[in-house]
């Protein structure tokens, strides 16, 4: 497996070049798969090259970052492990949480707690999963300093931050990766975002590469998710806005079918190719679609494959998130 660097300078991380999103290995996307099925495919993900993992308290909650703990104690020195804080959690309610929390103390309960679910010392990249506008990120920033001169804490990131949020955390505390939704089918983070990110040398991790598996072909107009999936409720996933953007898989699978690739890979592999400080973090619980994934990272694409796919790009139609969720983001 090919490596990345996240950050620059002091700040740099190596991560393998396609890292794991594990938040779909608890409930996400309908019933939880099998617990063994999904340790032992964490423990094959680390035989074949990734060393990136990405969790979260919220993920289930606590459910995911314990199984990532049980799945990566045996190759604890041989991955990178990241998580996330501020949520005010509420297990067993109707939503595992219920708003934001990014207060210092609270940032440090989070991390103790992430530290025993994940049976380690130390967690590599600590991410403040949405900004709270209640707590000045100066105070955030200083708080997971503060980890970090602890050991408990390798590296800062942010999470669907806006660009000024995150110079001013980055005065503080230098943050390592930001992490967000970015994908052939969401460009957005292309008009301020990545910009500054390339000044100040922070990496870019992002999240949902494959569309939430619209990119891989296997959504079409006709699908019908299970109970529980969350992407029913997801503008972008409505039949309307489907049908719509079919024409943008139909383009992938053209250009896989030029170089023997799948639509999965081409999608990875057009991330891949924006910059080299981008390590995306697909999920899967399949691992037919992991080997899949890791593969995405020898396909190489063409000026002329990015330029056709940029075109149909342009054409998407669909928010990503209901309002709700979305006024969480670029803050």
């Known amino acids: ?10 700040s740099g991380l190596e991560v393998s070049a396609i890292g794991l999103g594990c938040m779909g290995m608890s409930p996400s996307y309908g019933p939880s798969p099998d617990r063994p099925e999904m340790i032992k495919l964490i423990r094959e993900a680390v035989e074949l090259g990734v060393t990136f993992f990405d969790t979260a308290e919220v993920y289930g909650p606590y459910v995911n970052e314990e199984l990532l703990g049980e799945a990566l104690e045996p190759v604890r020195d041989r991955v990178v492990i990241a998580t996330k804080f501020g949520f005010h959690m509420t297990p067993g309610g109707p939503t595992p949480w219920s708003g934001l929390d990014s207060r210092p103390e609270h940032i440090k309960e989070v991390a103790e707690a992430s530290l025993k679910r994940l049976r380690t010392d130390h967690i590599d990249l600590f991410y403040q999963h949405r900004v709270d506008p209640t707590v000045p990120i100066e105070e955030v920033a200083g708080a997971v300093k503060e980890l970090i001169a602890e050991g408990k804490v390798r590296h800062f990131g942010m999470s669907e931050a806006a660009p000024e949020t995150i110079r001013r955390a980055h005065a503080v505390q230098p943050v390592t990766a930001v992490q967000n939704e970015y994908s052939v089918w969401w460009r957005q983070p292309e008009d301020e975002l990545i910009p500054t990110l390339e000044e100040l040398g922070i990496g870019l991790v992002p999240y949902a590469p494959l569309g939430r598996g619209f990119l891989t072909g296997r959504i079409d107009a006709s699908t019908t998710f299970a109970e529980g999936d969350f992407r029913a409720g997801l503008p972008r996933f409505t039949a309307e806005a489907r049908e719509a953007n079919q024409a943008l898989v139909d383009l992938l699978g053209e250009i896989g079918a030029r170089k023997g690739a799948t639509l999965a890979q081409i999608a990875l592999a057009w991330i891949l190719a924006q910059k ?23 396909v190489d694409l ?14 998407i139609i669909g928010e990503r998130y209901p309002e709700a969720l979305e006024r969480l983001t670029g803050r």
Not at 2 to 8: A, P, V
Not at 302 to 315: N, P
């Open 1 to 10: 497996m090919k490596k990345r660097i996240l950050g620059t300078g002091t």
């Open 276 to 298: 080299p400080w981008i390590v995306p973090i697909p999920g899967t619980r399949r691992p037919e679609r992991l080997e899949e994934n890791i593969a995405a990272a020898d």
């Open 302 to 315: 063409t000026a002329g494959d990015l330029g056709e796919t940029e075109k149909a790009a342009s054409k």
